[in-house]
């Protein structure tokens, strides 16, 4: 699937006008963006970025992106980042690279999402891969059996990175969920929420205007939610 990261990265640099402050995903897809975003900008693109994690930050930086704090703008036009599932009514499951929180704040703070994504994401239902809940490390346990006694999920895994408890930027563990069919990802998101020490989920709902899906074969499909 790296051939079609690729080419939906690069392609939807398109998205990304001259002097246009926008919000800057996290992940694999959005590196190829940022790629692209670098050749351009070596060509006299100016543009500058909202950045989604700590990592993009570096990233951006790297490729000669000017980058801003959330807090210094107003509004943003536009956030393009990647996911871990899409379903089609556009709902999503993010967090796979950990910064699901920072993630929805600069997406809400966005008039438009767009998905950049290849195609083994797109589900008939939301749930196959583990819901990432982002949690106080404090009392992390007493969440954890909470959500297993309200039966949302079967199992959770505290999630790992090198052998360590995985830290998220804004100092938070994360519970990998699993779910293994969501029915109604909506309530779900409002039932994690009313536990005390989950910071955020992974949910993101009705948040996606669009998606530009890539295929292996090169060819790019844009899917409209609303
Ligand atoms: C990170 C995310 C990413 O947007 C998501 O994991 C992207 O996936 P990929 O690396 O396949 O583009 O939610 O928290």
């Known amino acids: 699937?790296?051939?079609?990261?690729?080419?939906?990265?690069?392609?939807?640099?398109?998205l990304v006008k001259p002097g246009m402050v926008?919000?800057?995903?996290?992940?694999?897809?959005?590196?190829?963006?940022?790629?692209?975003?670098?050749?351009?900008?070596?060509?006299?693109?100016?543009?500058?970025?909202?950045?989604t994690s700590e990592d993009t930050k570096r990233l951006a930086e790297q490729a000669g992106?000017?980058?801003?704090?959330?807090?210094?703008?107003?509004?943003?036009e536009l956030t393009i980042d990647g996911a871990d599932e899409i379903d089609p009514r556009g709902q999503l499951i993010k967090g796979g690279g950990?910064?699901?929180?920072?993630?929805?704040?600069?997406?809400?703070?966005?008039?438009?999402?767009i998905i950049i994504a290849d195609s083994s994401k797109l589900v008939a239902s939301l749930g196959k891969f583990p819901l990432p809940v982002e949690v106080i490390p404090f009392g992390y346990k007493q969440v954890e059996h909470q959500i297993l006694d309200s039966g949302i999920c079967n199992k959770i895994n505290l999630r790992k990175k090198d052998?360590?408890?995985?830290?998220?930027?804004?100092?938070?563990?994360?519970?990998?969920?699993?779910?293994?069919?969501?029915?109604?990802?909506?309530?779900?998101?409002?039932?994690?929420?009313l536990i005390p020490g989950v910071v955020e989920t992974g949910?993101?709902?009705?948040?996606?205007?669009?998606?530009?899906?890539?295929?292996?074969?090169?060819?790019?499909?844009?899917?409209?939610?609303?």
């Open 65 to 76: 992106l000017k980058v801003i704090d959330l807090n210094e703008i107003e509004r943003l």
């Open 98 to 113: 950990g910064a699901l929180l920072q993630e929805k704040i600069v997406a809400a703070a966005s008039k438009e999402l």
């Open 1 to 14: 699937m790296e051939l079609a990261k690729k080419n939906v990265g690069a392609y939807a640099a398109d």
């Open 22 to 51: 926008f919000g800057l995903g996290s992940g694999t897809t959005v590196y190829w963006l940022v790629q692209e975003l670098a050749t351009r900008i070596s060509q006299g693109l100016e543009i500058t970025a909202v950045p």
């Open 203 to 226: 949910l993101f709902i009705d948040m996606a205007n669009k998606a530009l899906i890539g295929y292996e074969d090169g060819r790019i499909e844009l899917i409209n939610f609303k």
């Open 163 to 193: 052998g360590k408890t995985f830290v998220s930027d804004h100092h938070h563990y994360i519970l990998d969920c699993e779910c293994e069919k969501i029915v109604d990802a909506a309530s779900l998101n409002i039932s994690l929420h």
